[in-house]
């Protein structure tokens, strides 16, 4: 039996298999709000097979959006649209759906991806962007470095933020922690030069990420709680893995449940070695010091080489993005060729026998209900 379909518990809830489906922005909220995007897009891959769905980068203010595009969770109108969409992905499939709670920081404000993805003016609906310290993202408009009625209310915010998603029904919430955004930026150095109890040693920078973290624990009690962490900036200065797993074990012993480990984002002149699972050996390195559930994300694209990774026990469970993008059944597929069962919902079950057969589905009980 494949390891990568065994199910996995990670704090209060099981989930079906090792496959989870990474946040991906869809650049397609309303004010803030999900749309029907994000009911046919999530809805896809609630159907997918795998065990945890993630919905994408959602922020806790408005400001804290990347772009126009961005989803938030910070008023009643976001909450009843998420509401709306995990009602429908819900119904149909026992899918469990997770949420990325994130802030842009002085990666905010920005035009849609497709449209370029450089800073927004505020004739076109911009604003100014918040950080730890007054410095740009390359040539990107300087940010206001945050003061303390800033600091006073961003962890609050967080913690509204996951109230609500808690109530809209997640089964788990992830704080995004990587990719140069806001929490990234207390962490790394590269971005963080302040002087107060939020700067300079590695104490001070996790500060407010740990903060937020205990926040969102006290808010949504009974849901999976992870993080999305850097174990490398790729820059000189840069968070190294020693420090991520220094962070990883903070937030281990305040009660987080997994990590997400990846890299990257916080500084243009970072040089990435990319290749195929090129970010694993990071997550390996957070599980050797960790007894943290450890998912391991980037460039994990075939079913074996996923197999492998949680076989050979570098990772808990892997996250697809760009793969599930272009197969939002790759799950199934890696099913088919894992020769693992997959429970399917009964509207699909007709596929087994002219996609590929042998193919093993297992009778859907949860779906059925
Ligand atoms: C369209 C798109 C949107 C993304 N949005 C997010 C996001 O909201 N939050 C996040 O942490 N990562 C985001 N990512 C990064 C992915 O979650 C993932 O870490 C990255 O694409 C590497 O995995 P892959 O090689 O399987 O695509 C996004 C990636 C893509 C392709």
Known sequence: ???????????????????????????????????????????????SGAGLVMIEAT???????????????????????????????????????????SHGGRKGSTALHWLGGQPLSTADGGWENLAPSALPFGTWPTPKAADAEDLERLVPAFADSARRAARAGVDLIELHAAHGYLLHQFLSPI?????????GSL?????????????????APGVTLGVRLTASDWIDG???????????????????????????GIDPRQKIAVGPGYQVSFAHTVKQKTNLVVRAVGLIVAP??????????????????????????????????????????????????????????????????
């Not at 969770?73 to 499939?93: D, F, G, K, P």
């Not at 971005?191 to 700067?199: K, P, V």
């Not at 104490?203 to 808010?219: G, S, T």
């Open 304 to 369: 074996e080489q996923a197999e492998e990774i949680v076989a050979s026990g570098k990772a808990d469970l892997v996250a697809i993005a760009r793969a599930a993008l272009a197969n939002p059944r790759w799950p199934w597929e890696a099913a088919h060729v894992l020769g693992a069962p997959i429970e399917i919902p009964p509207q699909y079950q007709r596929a087994s026998s002219s996609a590929w057969p042998g193919w093993t589905i297992l009778a859907p009980k949860e779906a059925a209900e």
């Open 238 to 264: 840069g968070i190294t893995p020693d420090e991520a797993v220094a962070f990883a074990q903070k937030l281990e012993a305040a009660g987080c449940h997994y990590v997400d480990v990846t890299s990257g």
């Open 1 to 47: 039996m494949a390891k990568l379909f065994s199910p996995i518990t990670i704090g209060p809830h099981t989930y079906a298999n090792r496959i989870a489906i990474a946040p991906m922005a869809q650049y397609s909220a309303d004010d803030g709000s999900m749309t029907d995007w994000h009911l046919i897009h999530l809805g896809a891959l609630a159907t």
């Open 59 to 101: 922020s806790v203010e408005p400001m804290g959006r990347c772009s126009l595009g961005d989803p938030g969770l910070y008023n009643n109108e976001n909450e009843a649209a998420l509401c709306r969409v995990i009602e429908a992905m819900r119904r149909y499939t026992p899918v469990k759906v997770g949420i990325q709670l």
């Open 203 to 219: 104490e001070n920078r996790m500060r407010l990420p740990l903060r937020v973290f205990e926040a969102v624990r006290d808010a």
């Open 191 to 199: 971005s963080n030069e302040r002087t107060d109890a939020f700067g």
